[in-house]
């Protein structure tokens, strides 16, 4: 499901938009493609340092919209870009977490998100 074009854009500097909705409107956190671990073809892994409103989303509804893109990919004539929809959860132990957590030392827990769907928008 994650293609090489999609590694090829996150191996990119970019900014990864987060949208998780529970009982009131969307809310949006951001995050960089460097941060994410990407350890198979559906799951992202993304370091929660801050990320209490997502968390809180997240325990009402467990679906998440990604975007991740960088204008330094190739693509088209301005980049690359995805849209990603799946199901998350945060962890705070477990191989995920230290995995994680030793590229990124900052994190409190790690957003696991199980990717349904993705979509090149770029």
Known sequence: MLSKEFHD????EGIVAIV??????????????????IPDDKTI????AGMR???ANTEVNNKVK???GSREAHGKKMGRGFLIE?????????SAYDQMK???PFTSRV???TVTSIKKTL
Do not use: M, R
């Not at 854009?9 to 990119?12: K, L, T």
């Not at 892994?45 to 929660?48: E, F, K, R, V, W």
């Not at 799946?86 to 477990?94: D, I, K, P, R, V």
């Open 9 to 12: 854009v996150i191996s990119e």
């Open 86 to 94: 799946g199901t998350a959860e945060f962890l705070q132990s477990g």
């Open 45 to 48: 892994l993304i370091p929660a």
């Open 20 to 37: 998780s909705w529970g009982t009131d409107e969307p809310h949006v956190v951001n995050t960089w493609n460097s941060y994410l671990i």
């Open 111 to 113: 957003l696991v998100v």
């Open 66 to 68: 990604l975007t991740v």
């Open 102 to 104: 030793a590229k990124c």
């Open 53 to 55: 409103k997502t968390q």
